[in-house]
């Protein structure tokens, strides 16, 4: 079965950052638009960022506006998600997926496939 597989997660402070990155030994990301996700406990996959097949276009959720940024090398299979500034909100797990279903809106999990089991990211207030 094709998974993602994404790493960089980890436990920082407030005001802190980490740099997730995602990326897969089946895949070719290079041809797919891909998200990045978090699901909290208790809640639902949120759509954190979203990034064109040649990173020609990138869209945030509202609440990383200004603080995450995401990026692609297709030479090296890999997507990224900086994170600075970082809150006790953004605690969750982290997940990346290509978007696998044309047409919707970007930050909507059932577009996506090929999901990974993601990387833990704990902010400590």
């Known amino acids: 079965q094709v998974q993602l597989v994404e790493s960089g997660g980890g436990l920082v402070q407030a005001g802190g950052s980490l740099r997730l990155s995602c990326t897969s030994s089946e895949l070719t990301l290079g041809v797919y638009n891909m998200g990045w996700f978090r699901q909290g406990p208790g809640k639902e996959r949120e759509g954190v960022s979203y990034?064109?097949?040649?990173?020609?276009?990138?869209l945030y959720g509202d609440s990383v506006k200004g603080r995450f940024t995401i990026s692609r090398d297709n030479a090296k299979n890999t997507v990224y998600l900086q994170m600075n500034s970082l809150k006790p909100e953004d605690t969750a797990m982290y997940f990346c997926?290509?978007?696998?279903?044309?047409?919707?809106?970007?930050?909507?999990?059932?577009?996506?496939?090929?999901w990974g089991q993601g990387t833990q990211v704990t902010v400590s207030s």
């Open positions: 990034i064109t097949f040649n990173g020609g276009a990138t």
């Open positions: 997926a290509p978007k696998i279903q044309g047409g919707g809106d970007w930050y909507d999990p059932t577009l996506y496939g090929y």
